[in-house]
Nanobody
Framework: QVQLVESGGGLVQPGRSLRLSCAAS????????MGWYRQAPGKQRELVAT???????NYADSVKGRFTISGDNAKKTVYLQMNNMKPEDTAVYYC??????????????WGQGTQVTVSS
C-alpha cells in the first residue's frame, strides 16, 4: 500500500511565502515523478509543478518565477516553495506521484490535499 502525506498548508498574507512537503511511503519500487496540483472552489484541478526522478521540472505559467519544486529521492519527498503568494493561489493543493509499487505497475497516487489560503 502506498501513501502520500502532505504538510505545510495554512493561511498566509499576500506577498508572503509558504512551503509544502509531501512524503511517499509504503511498498514503493520506483518513483518516476512527483508533483503538485491544486483545485480552487468551482474550478477544475490544475497542474502547479512537477519534478522527475532525474530532476526535470515543469511549472504552470501562473506560478513560474514564484514557486520552486524540489525533491529528495532518498526520502521520497517533494517540496513546493511558494513565494510572493497571491490571493489567486488559494486552493486545496494535492500531492501526486507516478510510481510503481512492488506488486503493481506504474500508477498515479494522490495525497489527501492541504488547504492553502492567501488573504490579508
Amino acid at each position: 500500500q502506498v501513501q502520500l502525506v502532505e504538510s505545510g498548508g495554512g493561511l498566509v498574507q499576500p506577498g508572503r511565502s509558504l512551503r509544502l512537503s509531501c512524503a511517499a511511503s509504503g511498498s514503493i519500487f520506483s518513483i518516476m515523478s512527483m508533483g503538485w496540483y491544486r483545485q480552487a472552489p468551482g474550478k477544475q484541478r490544475e497542474l502547479v509543478a512537477t519534478i522527475t526522478s532525474g530532476g526535470s521540472t515543469n511549472y504552470a505559467d501562473s506560478v513560474k518565477g514564484r514557486f520552486t519544486i524540489s525533491g529528495d529521492n532518498a526520502k521520497k519527498t517533494v517540496y513546493l516553495q511558494m513565494n510572493n503568494m497571491k490571493p489567486e493561489d488559494t486552493a486545496v493543493y494535492y500531492c501526486n506521484a507516478y510510481l510503481a509499487s512492488y506488486n503493481l505497475g506504474y500508477s498515479d497516487y494522490w495525497g489527501q490535499g492541504t488547504q492553502v489560503t492567501v488573504s490579508s
